[in-house]
């Protein structure tokens, strides 16, 4: 079946630092790619749907300059959390849509603890 | 507003027994209704997805009911396994292309 994959999947970062996660589609092109975000107890909150060659775009309320997103290919697109707070300490997931019919397959996350 | 609503939030069960959960949603129009089962510090994994026509589907233990009328879903798990234990999450994919709702998530716990 699809596979999604999320490197790395964990990281522990000093506050101030940037932090790039990636997001692979293994077996499939994806020209959606979409990355939530999500706190202990909580569902998954959608920050910002990347298409591939375009700008993302985000959610209302996510600060498009601290949460860079790139789609540069059918199957990578990368988170990169630029100068890190612990707030900002949470799960991160992808998820990548594989058309015909469409179906949405979800990485494994990635857990961001800011110091 | 769409909304997706999840019952219980959690819920505790015997280890052997069945359990049902309930999705409630107000999307409409909708393209189709997934249940996802995730494992804590883990992604979401897909267990089954119903169009507007699809009344029931089943994967194994795992069959969901869909009630496009009352825009209701359901999810029964059969003979729960401790591996059973965790977040059970409905999705609807609502309208504007790509856009998907999701409920709050049924927090499942089987016990020995």
């Known amino acids: 079946g699809a596979v999604v994959s999320q490197h790395p999947s964990w990281v522990i970062c000093k506050s101030g630092t940037s932090v790039k996660i990636e997001c692979r589609s293994l077996d499939f092109q994806a020209t959606t790619m979409f990355w939530y975000r999500q706190f202990p107890k909580q569902s998954l909150m959608l920050m910002a749907t990347s298409n591939e060659g375009s700008k993302a775009t985000y959610e209302q309320g996510v600060e498009k300059d601290k949460f860079l997103i790139n789609h540069a290919s059918l199957t990578l697109s990368t988170l990169t959390v630029t100068s890190a707070h612990p707030e900002d300490s949470s799960f991160y997931i992808c998820s990548a849509i594989r058309q015909g019919p469409d179906t949405q397959y979800f990485g494994p996350g990635t857990r961001l603890t800011v110091l | 507003k769409n909304q997706v609503e999840q019952s219980p939030q959690s819920l505790i069960i015997l280890e052997g027994k069945n359990c049902t959960l309930q999705?409630?949603?107000?999307?409409?129009?909708?393209?189709?209704l997934r249940w996802y089962k995730q494992d804590t510090g883990r992604g979401p994994v897909s267990l089954t997805i119903?169009?507007?026509?699809?009344n029931t589907k089943s994967n194994g233990r795992y069959t969901a009911t869909l009630d496009a009328d009352t825009k209701q879903s359901s999810l029964h798990i059969t003979a729960s396994q401790l591996s059973d234990s965790a977040s059970y999450i409905c999705v609807v994919r609502g309208p504007g292309g790509f856009k998907t709702i999701f409920g709050a998530g049924t927090r499942l716990f089987v016990k020995a």
């Open positions: 119903m169009t507007f026509s699809e």
């Open positions: 999705c409630n949603y107000t999307v409409s129009p909708f393209s189709n």
